[in-house]
């Protein structure tokens, strides 16, 4: 009884005052584990289905069909599971993705690969990718300090990079040596355990709901119009860096083990760089003035112009001092445009709401992005196509410095 009553009054009172931003580190730390073991190697995966059932045409197809379906899926649900999270809250809702991210890491260990396949696992992930970054990002938003974002985006990348210094080289060595079957089942077991913290993690009360007449008036505000074009940029930018840069890098070296090497060594380098850009957007931003935006304006010229010049690189040393420059100048636009977002997002009459309304135009360029793509399959300037639509992506990030 003695035990009982101090478990209750000691263990379970501090378990539950653990905050979110807190327990978002730790499970984030296991999950981009897990996630950076098989993130790199998946358009491959997809994309040689369809090579060796039809040739390069074929497999690029494959590869943009899956994309679509995917975030048509988010584009089409981000509302009814957007009011699903409002429903059963912030912590059930990271719960719940963590164990439909298994299902999708267990599926390719446990089947053939195979276009039912490969359109299953893209329906999964539009299930699990709205209920999993509605309920982190208002978490974010609502727990950090607005005048300690840099710091606490920087953090969280941080740990996300050093989860993700030795996951793609034991990805690319699990694929290399024992197929994608083990890699899976690996990357299952991880995101399992990624769920632990997130048990300790108090409820938050959620103000209002999802509407669509919210959203058209949302979507017809003109002071809002920059963060529009961001969440549209932003979603052609990841577009191609998630997808077509791994397969981009992987169709040159022809090697799973070397494409994990060589991210594995560039992720290590931009360490240091997102614990620098967190710092000192902080203490630009502390001082008011414009300093932070002029730091954001030239980090994204900068990246979209790396972003244009990538189909010029050749080899295998070429692709390491390329990206390890690209990585190293990331964190400056994505720490700067992670604490803008999250600035508006506490400003937000509702931040769920907010980031629901962001999930479905930041999709819906998810979609048309790929279906673009889809006109230039097979024609010798596809893949500067692909990388200027990335740029173009960077650059109309630009409107984000006005949350500063």
Same mark, same amino acid.
């Given at each position: +009884?003695?035990?009982?009553?101090?478990?209750?009054?000691?263990?379970?009172?501090?378990?539950?005052?653990?905050?979110?931003?807190?327990?978002?580190?730790?499970?984030?730390?296991?999950?981009?584990?897990? @996630? $950076?073991?098989?993130?790199?190697? /998946?358009?491959?995966?997809?994309?040689?289905? @369809?090579?060796?059932?039809?040739?390069?045409?074929?497999?690029?197809?494959?590869?943009?069909?899956?994309?679509?379906?995917? =975030?048509?899926?988010? /584009?089409?649900?981000? &509302?009814?599971?957007?009011?699903?999270?409002?429903?059963? @809250?912030?912590?059930?809702?990271?719960?719940?993705? %963590?164990?439909?991210?298994?299902?999708?890491?267990?599926?390719?260990?446990?089947?053939?690969?195979?276009?039912?396949?490969?359109?299953?696992?893209?329906?999964?992930?539009?299930?699990?990718?709205?209920?999993?970054?509605?309920?982190?990002?208002?978490?974010?938003?609502?727990?950090?300090?607005?005048? =300690?974002?840099?710091?606490?985006?920087?953090?969280?990348?941080?740990?996300?990079?050093?989860?993700?210094?030795? !996951?793609?080289?034991?990805?690319?060595?699990?694929?290399?040596?024992?197929?994608?079957?083990?890699? /899976?089942?690996?990357?299952?077991?991880?995101?399992?355990? $990624?769920?632990?913290?997130?048990?300790?993690?108090?409820?938050?009360?959620?103000?209002?709901?999802?509407?669509?007449?919210?959203?058209?008036?949302?979507?017809?505000?003109?002071?809002?119009?920059?963060?529009?074009?961001?969440?549209?940029?932003?979603?052609?930018?990841?577009?191609?860096?998630?997808?077509?840069?791994?397969?981009?890098?992987?169709?040159?070296?022809?090697?799973?083990?070397?494409?994990?090497?060589?991210?594995?060594?560039?992720?290590?380098?931009?360490?240091?760089?997102?614990?620098?850009?967190?710092?000192?957007?902080?203490?630009?931003?502390?001082?008011?003035?414009?300093?932070?935006?002029?730091?954001?304006?030239?980090?994204?010229?900068?990246?979209?112009?790396?972003?244009?010049?990538?189909?010029?690189?050749?080899?295998?040393?070429?692709?390491? %001092?390329?990206?390890?420059?690209?990585? +190293? $100048?990331?964190?400056?636009? &994505?720490?700067?445009?992670?604490?803008?977002?999250?600035?508006?997002?506490?400003?937000?009459?509702?931040?769920?709401?907010?980031?629901?309304? =962001?999930?479905?135009?930041?999709?819906?360029?998810?979609?048309?992005?790929? +279906?673009?793509?889809?006109?230039?399959? !097979?024609?010798?300037?596809?893949?500067?196509?692909?990388?200027?639509?990335?740029?173009?992506?960077?650059?109309?990030?630009?409107? +984000?410095?006005?949350?500063?």
């Amino acid at each position: +009884m003695i035990l009982e009553h101090y478990w209750q009054r000691k263990v379970v009172h501090q378990a539950v005052k653990i905050s979110g931003v807190r327990a978002l580190y730790l499970n984030n730390l296991l999950r981009e584990m897990a @996630g $950076s073991m098989v993130a790199i190697f /998946f358009p491959a995966y997809v994309f040689l289905w @369809g090579f060796e059932s039809g040739g390069l045409t074929l497999g690029f197809r494959v590869l943009i069909l899956s994309l679509v379906i995917e =975030r048509g899926g988010v /584009f089409l649900l981000a &509302g009814p599971l957007g009011r699903l999270v409002n429903r059963i @809250g912030f912590k059930m809702s990271i719960l719940l993705s %963590s164990l439909l991210l298994s299902v999708w890491f267990i599926l390719p260990a446990i089947f053939d690969r195979s276009l039912v396949l490969i359109i299953a696992l893209s329906v999964v992930a539009a299930i699990l990718i709205p209920i999993y970054w509605l309920a982190r990002l208002s978490i974010l938003s609502l727990d950090g300090d607005k005048d =300690r974002y840099g710091g606490e985006v920087s953090f969280l990348a941080l740990l996300d990079q050093v989860s993700s210094i030795l !996951g793609p080289f034991v990805g690319g060595v699990l694929v290399a040596t024992s197929g994608f079957g083990l890699l /899976f089942a690996v990357a299952t077991f991880i995101c399992l355990l $990624s769920a632990i913290p997130i048990f300790f993690v108090g409820d938050y009360q959620i103000k209002n709901g999802i509407s669509l007449s919210r959203f058209e008036k949302w979507m017809e505000n003109k002071k809002e119009r920059h963060l529009h074009w961001s969440f549209i940029g932003q979603g052609l930018a990841n577009m191609v860096d998630a997808n077509f840069w791994p397969l981009y890098v992987y169709l040159i070296v022809g090697s799973f083990t070397v494409l994990g090497a060589l991210t594995s060594i560039t992720f290590a380098l931009s360490a240091v760089a997102i614990y620098l850009a967190g710092r000192v957007f902080d203490k630009k931003r502390a001082l008011g003035g414009t300093e932070d935006e002029k730091e954001y304006s030239l980090a994204t010229i900068f990246l979209g112009l790396l972003t244009l010049l990538r189909p010029l690189i050749r080899g295998v040393l070429g692709l390491l %001092s390329f990206d390890a420059v690209f990585r +190293m $100048s990331l964190p400056f636009w &994505g720490v700067d445009y992670d604490a803008y977002l999250y600035s508006a997002g506490k400003r937000a009459k509702s931040v769920l709401e907010f980031f629901t309304y =962001r999930e479905v135009i930041y999709s819906l360029s998810r979609v048309v992005g790929p +279906m673009f793509l889809l006109l230039f399959v !097979g024609t010798n300037y596809f893949w500067w196509v692909v990388f200027g639509l990335g740029s173009v992506g960077t650059w109309l990030t630009l409107g +984000m410095q006005k949350e500063s």
